[in-house]
């Protein structure tokens, strides 16, 4: 399936748009209250979640632009990327990446959204520069990726975590803009056919009792 090829080629617009209302998300004084207490995601509180957010989902992608190593193993799609991922996840990668988020959260709300806004700004300047079919090397350097496809897993991580934050401090949803919400849609689509074969996600979407692929990550 290729519902997420279908979306914009070049999503730079539409990963800049949700990364400002991360930004906001970040800042905001519901968060900010709840930044020591646990969130809904296990193991995480509110500022290590804020944290992955702000890394995960903006400016990890200009620390893999710096870096000009391409990794041999290469991804075509966002939804191979997810597949791959997925596949090589243990405890140990998990906890990883906890640490990282809580490491980032460290500086505090303030700090935080201050450096997320920055970086943002110096992130806008150099994609606007950027072919969108420049090869990253991305995943802690063993994978390789089309940018635009790079993109778009940033916009799953963006969209998915912001419902995570909202709903860690009982917030209303955070507004993004559609076009991210229909291309996290249909990526997760596609990722379920990475993963499970298309009849497996035929059959969780159009006939019951075929939920168990769900979810796809």
């Known amino acids: 399936m290729g519902h997420s090829g279908g979306m914009e080629r070049a999503p730079t617009g539409t990963f800049l748009r949700t990364a400002h209302v991360v930004v906001d998300a970040i800042g905001d004084r519901a ?12 193991q995480q509180t509110v500022g290590g979640l804020a944290g992955h957010l702000a890394r995960g989902g903006v400016w990890v992608v200009d620390d893999y632009l710096t ?28 906890r990883e990446v906890r640490e990282r988020g809580a490491q980032v959260a460290a500086v505090g709300q303030e700090r935080l959204r201050a450096t997320l806004e920055a970086r943002l700004a110096e ?8 072919p969108h079919d420049r090869l990253v090397g991305v995943a802690a350097g063993t994978l390789t990726i089309p940018l635009h496809e790079y993109l778009k897993t940033r916009i799953v ?34 990722i379920g056919s990475e993963r499970y074969g298309p009849e497996a996600m035929i059959r969780c979407l159009y006939r019951s009792g075929f939920a168990s692929v769900l979810p796809v990550l």
């Open 123 to 130: 992130l806008e300047q150099r994609l606007a520069a950027e």
């Open 67 to 94: 870096d000009a190593a391409l990794p041999q193993v290469r991804v075509a799609s966002a939804a191979e990327y997810f597949a791959r991922v997925a596949g090589s996840s243990t405890p140990e990668a998990d």
């Open 31 to 42: 968060v900010g209250e709840a930044w020591h207490r646990d969130s809904v995601l296990e």
């Open 157 to 190: 991580e963006q969209v998915v975590h912001l419902d995570d934050l909202a709903r860690s401090v009982e917030h209303h949803s955070w507004e993004v803009p559609r076009e991210a919400q229909q291309l996290v849609i249909h990526l997760g689509i596609d």
